[in-house]
């Protein structure tokens, strides 16, 4: 389990009853990003796996997370510990998805289990996205990219799209049958706005 824990959110406020009120769902969103401003703190120079970063977006999204998606996870006690594959469903905005299963995969493991998502070749094309990617996680979409992560006993997730390589071939979609000797696992992602919840299912044999 993640050492993580939420700090008391200023939105609470306690009334003199003792009673607690919440103020709206906005106020806490926006408050929770000003932790933003913290990525300047950075090694923006080197594009790795930085917990540093990981660690600042799951404060700043604490406010999404909890208040306006409304996550609840469920089924981490399936994923195995060994290699495994995790595929999800965008549900028309992958940004979000990938960020509320960003902090819910460091809020359980910690700096214990690395992230670890194949992304797409465009994103590399950016010079601001192909720094961040690989730091959250993200690892180049590709067979052989698939495999290493799989060989080094991490659980990859991936979202299978229909871009095609020059083979005739999705390099994201061919990944999902590599399980590297290890099980596969399901994960379902969110698909609506107002009661989000990620469900990876029980882990199949490879």
Not at 41 to 53: E, G, H, K, M, T
Not at 80 to 108: C, I, K, Q, T
Request: hydrophobic share 40%; glycine share 8%; with cysteine.
């Amino acid at each position: 389990m993640s050492p993580w824990r939420a700090a008391p959110a200023w939105t609470e406020v306690v009334r003199r009853d003792r009673r607690v009120r919440r103020l709206p769902a906005l106020v806490d969103v926006f408050w929770a990003l000003r932790h933003l401003r913290e990525v300047r703190q950075v090694d923006w120079s080197d594009a790795s796996l930085d917990y540093r970063l990981i660690e600042i977006l799951n404060r700043a999204f604490d406010g999404l997370y909890r208040r306006y998606f409304r996550m609840e996870v469920r089924g981490f006690e399936n994923i195995p510990g060994s290699a495994a594959v995790l595929v999800g469903n965008h549900s028309g905005f992958g940004v979000a998805e990938l960020l509320m299963l960003l902090v819910a995969w460091y809020r359980r493991f910690g700096t214990t289990r690395r992230p670890c998502c194949l992304a797409h070749q465009w994103l590399y094309t950016t010079p601001f996205l192909r720094v961040v990617v690989p730091k959250i996680g993200g690892v180049r979409a590709s067979w052989r990219n698939a495999r290493q992560m799989l060989a080094a006993g991490h659980a990859l997730t991936l979202f299978p799209a229909a871009s095609t390589s020059r083979r005739g071939r999705s390099p994201t979609a061919t990944a999902s049958s590599c399980t590297g000797g290890g099980g596969s696992c399901a994960w379902r992602l969110p698909t609506t706005r107002r009661s989000c919840r990620s469900s990876p299912s029980a882990a199949m044999p490879p």
